[in-house]
């Protein structure tokens, strides 16, 4: 699906998504730049072990029709790996911006849009969580305080992530309803006006 930047800039205003919005969902996370630096430190850490655990990840969700029929053949499974490869790198980057925020709300979209319903997707990040952190204990497990707030850190980014995907896959969803809306208006409209016209024409009187 392709979707332009000024698109999801659109769809974000309709969300009322702004750089104040996205400061006070931080704030109320109590994401700062301390959580910024151990997610930072931690990227480096990951480097080796992300296509392992692409691999694993993967497996899992072909495991489950709803998620393996996204899943058509191998070249869209490596495509899908790398996509979400870049995806969990860039969880740990530290590069929080507009560009990052964009594309937090352009994966709603195209969630809705292929219809991957959001109890997958909540799945999908259980699914990452749960599985790094045996690797995070392997990495901190002989510094338990390092251990504790870079888990926190990285619950706080993913928590900021899904609300964001979830806020444009809700208002996704809903413009396609009103679309469906107005859709079946103009049909009744129009079957209306047609029955109007056939019932004028029967009560004419015949010359």
Known sequence: MNLSDEAVAALARAVRIDAQEIARRKEFLKFDETDVSLLTGLHARLQNVSRRFVDDFYAHMLKFEETRRFIPDAPSLERLKRTQMSYFDSLTAGDYGSEYILHRLRVGVVHQHIGLEPKWYLGAYSKYLTGLLPELWQ?????????????LALIKIVMLDMGLALDTYMQTDRDTILGLKRYAEDIIASLIEEMSFLVSAISEPKV
């Not at 990495?139 to 888990?151: M, N, R, S």
């Open 139 to 151: 990495q901190f497990g002989k510094e338990p305080e390092a251990f504790v707030a870079t888990c």
